[in-house]
């Protein structure tokens, strides 16, 4: 089991700036993935951006060049920093954690943070 413990959100004008910060407690893979999705009202939850044990890294085109994903693997952390926000990153954010073992994937979930960015 892990245990996703997500902070950081907020209310921010536009072309502000917020951090995200999702810690992991439990049992964790040497091999995993750490990523940020986002559900605005009335839409499906899509994938904001990935990063794997090894660092390397995937972002949804509406946010390149504007959000950053970082981890820490000492810390069991992932962060978000998030640039130039717009109002349509409106939306919760959840932190997902996904241990690989065996052949199988176990995915975790953070209860999510509220980001809100007002025109």
């Known amino acids: 089991q892990v245990q996703l413990v997500e902070s950081g959100g907020g209310l921010v004008q536009a072309g502000g700036s917020l951090r995200l910060s999702c810690a992991a407690r439990?049992?964790?893979?040497?091999?995993?993935?750490m990523a940020w999705y986002r559900q605005a009202p009335g839409k499906q939850r899509e994938l904001v951006a990935s990063?794997?044990?090894?660092?390397?890294?995937n972002s949804t085109d509406s946010v390149k060049g504007r959000f950053t994903i970082s981890r820490d693997n000492a810390r069991s952390t992932v962060y978000l920093q998030m640039n130039s926000l717009k109002p349509e990153d409106t939306a919760i954010y959840y932190c997902?954690?996904?241990?690989?073992?065996?052949?199988?994937?176990?995915?975790?979930w953070g209860r999510g943070t509220q980001v809100t960015v007002s025109s």
């Open positions: 990063i794997t044990s090894g660092g390397s890294t």
């Open positions: 997902n954690h996904r241990n690989y073992k065996e052949g199988k994937e176990y995915d975790y």
């Open positions: 439990g049992i964790i893979s040497s091999i995993n993935t």
